[in-house]
């Protein structure tokens, strides 16, 4: 109780500042409206319908963009952890273009892909593979080597000692690089729907700016921070519920 009363009092204090600031004369009203204007604003994009579309579609490029790089990133990493031949052959090439950001690679994907959804989700797709692909190799490596000469003394083999030991095992750090990785979806969001969208959470802050309508600005900044919050969490709830047997073997 204690710990939530200090969150509410410190949320309360920022809502606080952030109104009397441009009231009192502190800041230039017109580039930081006060909150009430912002949530007066938010709710009328509720109400209206238009929050509702941006989000399904903005839910869309990071569902099909973090979902390709889990059907990749996954099967990589469990391939990378476990057999070091493998590791030899790929580490190279893997950590050569962890370094380049998708940013960077904006020009390469309009040119490939062009300026339609492919290329959004292409974007997204290349900066949430590496956490994915990193935590899964990382989760694999760190699995107990006596819980593995324990399965195999009890003739645990293939396709058995994966689905019985090492999956499980890494599952924890699977799902760290997963929410990771959509971390790092929502941080290009923005960067991937200026990309000739007209739509989309990412679309409406970039054009609220443009067009200076800062209310709606601030108000899809707050929607895209619930939304990221809200996946993490989402994200959180399926880790727990998948890896529930952590639980009951510590207990």
Known sequence: MRTLAFRLLLIFAILAVWEAAPRLGLVNPNFLTPVSKVAATLWFLVTSGELERHILISLQRIAQGLGVSILIGVPLGLLTGWYKSFERITDGP???????????????????????????????????????????????????????????????TGLVLFRKVILPAAAPSIFTGVRLGAAYAFMVLVAAEMIGANSGLGFLVLYSQEVFRIPDMYAAIIALAAFGLALNKALLALERSATAWRGAAGS
Request: proline residues 5%; positive net charge; aromatic residues 12%.
């Open 94 to 156: 893997l950590q050569f273009g962890r370094q380049i950001s998708a940013i960077a690679l904006f020009p390469v994907f309009i040119l490939l892909f062009g300026i339609g959804e492919l290329s959004k989700v292409v974007i997204i797709f290349w900066a949430s593979v590496w956490p994915v692909l990193l935590n899964t190799t990382t989760g694999v490596k760190g699995i107990d080597p006596v819980l593995l000469r324990s399965a195999r003394s009890m003739g645990a």
